[in-house]
């Protein structure tokens, strides 16, 4: 294999002046654009431009340190692309009307709503955020317990084992009238959703990994004085951590799903509640600043999975 | 000080074929020993190993260690497996401590961990992972991990099958040294003749189908002390002699062509 390719797996085209070329200039493509082109729809085009503005500078500054050096040109075409996507949205909007209001705002009207609605957006991100991690917590613990239980021991393993391939099939937003009746408040009903729809899967891959333990590793714990106790807390459920994180990745889209779902269904607070009383309004721009900040959420909870499945697993190569 | 009498271990397979991996064998290992266990592939040297360490059970026949039956595994019985089987999310260290933290006496005992690192030579390697070890190192760190226990006997399935024949001679100096120190008793699977001259008190040998001990030879002090010397060159020929008449297809299998 040619030494110059495998060298930088992590990054691609670590070197390419061209890219990142395009990656400062379309930005500065849409401030021109933003700024020389007269507006036909009304509204104020300062923070759109401020943004890209500061964007921009940010782009120079990360540029001026040298860590972040690969991982800005490694992201220089998504950069460049989106400069120019921004830029013919605008043409497109504010510049032409040729797509209408309210339906299609353009990005000028989207991120003015994001600064002054930022109090209210940042509530609701919160609210969200704080449901998600309550109801995942609450599903990796169950998940993990039955999990063990399924893998580790045959009479519960007869019970549960059928149980979660039954109620783990069904589309956890199925339960929300009766989730809104049970529980006092919608915030515990989305709790009971949350856990619900991390439950199955993270059980699944538990009792997996338990049970795919190998032989050899109780074998020699055997050998070395080990009890039942012991085979089961230091051999098979560590064995089983890799799979926990396999559970908890696969179902964090199934339970950020849930949550904006059961939110725009129960809720009084949150994006998908926000989103919906957004609509009610015909204010589609806050409804399309709300998904972008339901984007950014979920990448920040997929980071925060990843550090800790980073942590707990750091034994791995 | 373990006692094989008389046991046999029939195998059967799915359709009810019986393998007699190990009949009428009896065997008395003494105190402090080293034997090593040779012979032809499938000849139930394993089955036998695993059945001194209570790993398995024998259909007939008494296994007893210091006139006491072996009826399960026990930490006074350790055992290295030919893949090391390390927990690979534990460190060195604590892959090396599981035996204390089993037996609920890390607490008193912890400072034997360091010890037996030295013992193996793996100083500086405490805090790796066995991801971070080659083979050799992983197979030390197993043999560490059996003799924290302070066992009485120390069993050891072909630990150095995988490795290449300059870290299996290293190896083979450790494990002897090892053996001085701290004066154990071993048995050790090989399939490898010089290895088990250079390592051992006594040489039994294995033939297949039905799985029995054919011969015991003895290895005096003198043979084993240079691989080129005329006892040490007799003794190999003479092994090799058993064992050609012990399995005729021995010439084939992995091992006993480099030892020749
Ligand atoms: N779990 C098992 N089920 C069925 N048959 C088995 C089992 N374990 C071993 N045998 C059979 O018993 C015989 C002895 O096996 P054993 O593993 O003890 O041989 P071995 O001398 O250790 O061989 P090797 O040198 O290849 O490791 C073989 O014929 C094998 O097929
Ligand atoms: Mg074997």
Known sequence: MNPKRSANKKYWKPKSKRWLAAAILSPAAAVAASALVPNVQAVNTLYYRTALVAFLAALLVLWTMRRFRNRLYHYSQFIAAAGLALTVLDLLTTKSNILKLPFFPGPTQIVEVL???????????????????????????LGVATGVMTGWNRQWNYWLFPVLKIIGVIPPVAWIPLALVVFPTSFYAGIFLLALASWFSIAFMVAGGIASTPKAYFEVSRTLGASERFLLFHVAIPNAVPSIFTGIATSAGMCFMTLVITEMIGAKAGLGWYINWAKAWASYDKVYASILIMGAAFCIILGVINLFRNYFLRWQK | M????????????????????????????????????????GCGKTTLLRLIAGLDL???????????????????????????ALFPWKTVEENIAVGLKARHTYKEKKSLVPEYIRLVGLTGFAKSYPHELSGGMMQRVA???????EPKALLLDEPLGALDAFTRIELQNTIRRIWSETGTTIVLVTHDVDEAIYL?????????????ISEIIDVEINSRRDRNHDDFINLRRRALEKLHLAGEVYANVRGAGEAI
Do not use: W
């Not at chain 2, 259909?59 to 039956?69: H, T, V």
């Open chain 2, 200 to 212: 051992s008190d006594r040489i039994a040998i294995m033939t297949a189908r039905p799985g029995r």
């Open chain 1, 115 to 141: 600064y002054t609605e930022r109090a209210m957006l940042f509530v609701c991100t919160v609210y969200s955020l704080r449901l998600f991690f309550a109801g995942l917590a609450c599903g990796v613990i």
């Open chain 2, 58 to 84: 024998p259909q007939s026949g008494e296994l007893l260690i210091e006139n006491r039956a072996i009826e399960k595994p026990s930490h006074e019985r350790g055992y290295v497996f030919q893949q090391a």
């Open chain 2, 143 to 149: 043999i560490a991990r059996a003799l924290i226990n």
């Open chain 2, 2 to 41: 373990i006692e094989v009498r008389n046991i046999s271990r029939i195998y059967y397979d799915t359709s009810g074929l019986p393998t007699e991996a190990l009949l009428a064998v009896s065997l008395a290992i003494r105190q402090g020993e080293f034997l090593s266990l040779i012979g032809p592939s």
